[in-house]
Structures are given as structure tokens and as C-alpha cells.
Nanobody, 121 residues
Framework: QVQLVESGGGLVPAGGSLRLSCGYS????????MAWYRQVPGKPRELIAR???????TYADSAKGRFTISRDSAKNMGFLDMSSLKPEDTGKYLC???????????????WGQGTQVTVSS
């Protein structure tokens, strides 16, 4: 069981910025990549950004140039800095490992609650 606590979401106008935070327990990202996912009702969970343990970051095409993923291992915190936000960025953002836990594992034990980002047009 892991503990993941996302925060920092909110309602912002298009063009605005947000910093999402992910507090985590233990050393789950010491050997596993950390990732931010977006979940929108009726759509599959989408990988937005990924950061390997050695610091290599990759992004979904929709996030390139606008989002930055980072991690402060000393504080057990991960971040997603989002700028130039668009209405299509709206959704619940969750952090976890990449690859993510299998879908057969109970979400209540392996996922946090996420943080809602809503971008108004």
C-alpha cells in the first residue's frame, strides 16, 4: 500500500497557471518513474508527464512546452507545473508510478484522490 496525496488544483481561466503537488510515502519513486495522469469521465486515463529516477522527463504531446514535471526526493514531493492552460486540460490529475499499478489492484490502496483542474474558456 502506498500513500499519494495530490493537491494544488483549482479553477483557472484559459492561459493561467497552476502548480500541482504530490506528496508520497516511502521511496516508491527511487526505482520507479514518477508520472502524472489525467482522468476525465468517460475517457481512459491519460499519461501527461513522466520522470525517470535519473531525471529524464517525457511529456504527452498536449503537454509539451507548457508543463514541467519535477521531484524533490528529500521532501518526498513531486510537482507538475502547468502554464498556458487550455480548457482541454480540464480533468482530475493523479500522480503515481509509471507503469501504473495494475487495474486489478484496488484503487483505494494504490491511488490517491487526485486533484481537480478546471480551465474555463
Amino acid at each position: 500500500q502506498v500513500q499519494l496525496v495530490e493537491s494544488g488544483g483549482g479553477l483557472v481561466p484559459a492561459g493561467g497557471s497552476l502548480r500541482l503537488s504530490c506528496g508520497y510515502s516511502g521511496s516508491i519513486f527511487r526505482l520507479n518513474a514518477m508520472a502524472w495522469y489525467r482522468q476525465v469521465p468517460g475517457k481512459p486515463r491519460e499519461l501527461i508527464a513522466r520522470l525517470t529516477p535519473d531525471g529524464w522527463a517525457t511529456y504527452a504531446d498536449s503537454a509539451k512546452g507548457r508543463f514541467t514535471i519535477s521531484r524533490d526526493s528529500a521532501k518526498n514531493m513531486g510537482f507538475l507545473d502547468m502554464s498556458s492552460l487550455k480548457p482541454e486540460d480540464t480533468g482530475k490529475y493523479l500522480c503515481n508510478t509509471h507503469p501504473p499499478p495494475p487495474d486489478t489492484w484496488p484503487a483505494s490502496e494504490y491511488w490517491g484522490q487526485g486533484t481537480q483542474v478546471t480551465v474555463s474558456s
